[in-house]
């Protein structure tokens, strides 16, 4: 008899086996062992100990309204999206570690682009899956403490966030299902192709999702990690919710090729990605802050220029945002 599922418990379906989520027709992660002894061979490109934004800490506004969105990369796959009137906050990490503990786990090469005492109130928090530089304990329960924000997750999810914050707020929700968090604003749990895991024997035993977002300014679509999946889920999301102002999406943590092609987009794919959604501009976030992967620290930023380019995008739609840099659309 195999492990039980510690987070989640509900019917089967077609992304839920009883025990395990996956992904329909997708790529199941790679053995870790094999990464390791590639990396012992191939090695993987040095990281600076210290790589310091350009941009001045920022100190954003209370709230955004009328038709304007604004986006402030805090680091990582943190961002705080401002629009509609409402502050969200994806995937929150201020832990100087990715990893259990705060003690294990890649270190960051910079600090928060908005130290944790300048964000503004947050409302909601948008949490993709329970990977460590995107779940992080310590964060969510300093934000529950300070904020009492509704946490926007997939299943699986909040039982985790619990035990960091016993008290917190939940909207909890499966691919296909959607959440109410003004009456102006709803979000759309969307399918992402990844997976997910705290340790050695929870792996897959919490979903992962992508948020579309409506908002009186427009549709902002947030993807935290995925694989391309042959642009399946960008394609789909478009025909369901029409225009997208605004995708965040992934464009870190992609080398080696052979191993994390099924979970993580490179540039060329996520440009790829941004033209299926229809949207009208993008920000790629999950580089240059924790080094994951094998590829050096500004590659992707210098890899998405050149994919933009390569297919025709002007790269002011497209941006590589920085710690502490804010766009407004």
């Known amino acids: 008899m195999g492990t039980p599922n510690r987070y989640y418990s509900g019917p089967v379906s077609d992304h839920f086996d009883g025990t395990h989520f996956f992904n329909p027709g997708g790529v199941a992660p790679g053995n870790v062992l094999r990464l390791l002894r590639w990396r012992m061979r191939n090695g993987v490109?040095?990281?600076?100990?210290?790589?310091?934004?350009?941009?001045?800490?920022?100190?954003?506004?209370?709230?955004?309204?009328?038709?304007?969105?604004?986006?402030?990369?805090?680091?990582?796959?943190?961002?705080?999206?401002?629009?509609?009137?409402?502050?969200?906050?994806?995937?929150?990490?201020y832990s100087n570690r990715a990893g259990p503990f705060g003690i294990a786990g890649p270190k960051r090469v910079n600090p928060p682009g908005v130290a944790f005492?300048?964000?503004?109130?947050?409302?909601?928090?948008?949490?993709?899956?329970?990977?460590?530089?995107?779940?992080?304990?310590?964060?969510?329960?300093?934000?529950?403490?300070?904020?009492?924000?509704?946490?926007?997750?997939?299943?699986g999810n909040d039982a985790i966030?619990?035990?960091?914050?016993?008290?917190?707020?939940?909207?909890?929700?499966?691919?296909?299902?959607?959440?109410?968090?003004?009456?102006?604003?709803?979000?759309?749990?969307?399918?992402?192709h990844h997976w997910s895991a705290r340790g050695l024997s929870d792996r897959r035993m919490a979903l992962w999702s992508a948020f579309l977002i409506e908002t009186p300014a427009g549709n902002i679509y947030h993807v935290g990690d995925t694989?391309?999946?042959?642009?399946?889920n960008f394609r789909a999301?478009?025909?369901?919710?029409?225009?997208?102002?605004?995708?965040?999406?992934?464009?870190?943590?992609?080398?080696?090729?052979w191993f994390m092609a099924g979970q993580h987009t490179n540039p060329d794919e996520s440009v790829r990605a941004f033209q299926l959604c229809g949207a009208d501009h993008a920000i790629g976030h999950h580089w240059g802050t924790f080094q994951l992967t094998a590829e050096a620290i500004d590659e992707p930023a210098r890899d998405l220029d050149e994919a933009s380019e390569r297919q025709g995008i002007a790269r002011d739609r497209f941006l590589a945002l920085r710690p502490g840099q804010s766009v407004s659309y």
Do not use: C, M
């Open 117 to 155: 005492g300048d964000l503004p109130r947050i409302d909601v928090v948008l949490l993709t899956h329970n990977h460590y530089d995107h779940l992080d304990g310590r964060t969510l329960a300093a934000l529950v403490d300070r904020d009492n924000p509704w946490i926007v997750t997939p299943l």
């Open 161 to 192: 966030v619990r035990t960091f914050a016993p008290e917190a707020r939940f909207r909890v929700g499966d691919w296909g299902d959607s959440a109410e968090v003004t009456d102006r604003i709803r979000i759309h749990f969307e399918p992402a």
């Open 45 to 93: 490109a040095g990281w600076p100990r210290h790589w310091p934004s350009p941009h001045q800490e920022a100190r954003p506004a209370g709230n955004v309204n009328g038709s304007d969105v604004r986006v402030t990369l805090i680091g990582h796959a943190t961002l705080l999206i401002q629009a509609g009137g409402v502050n969200f906050l994806t995937d929150p990490v």
């Open 227 to 232: 694989g391309y999946h042959s642009g399946v």
């Open 237 to 257: 999301t478009a025909e369901k919710h029409g225009s997208v102002r605004l995708a965040i999406l992934p464009i870190g943590a992609y080398e080696p090729r």
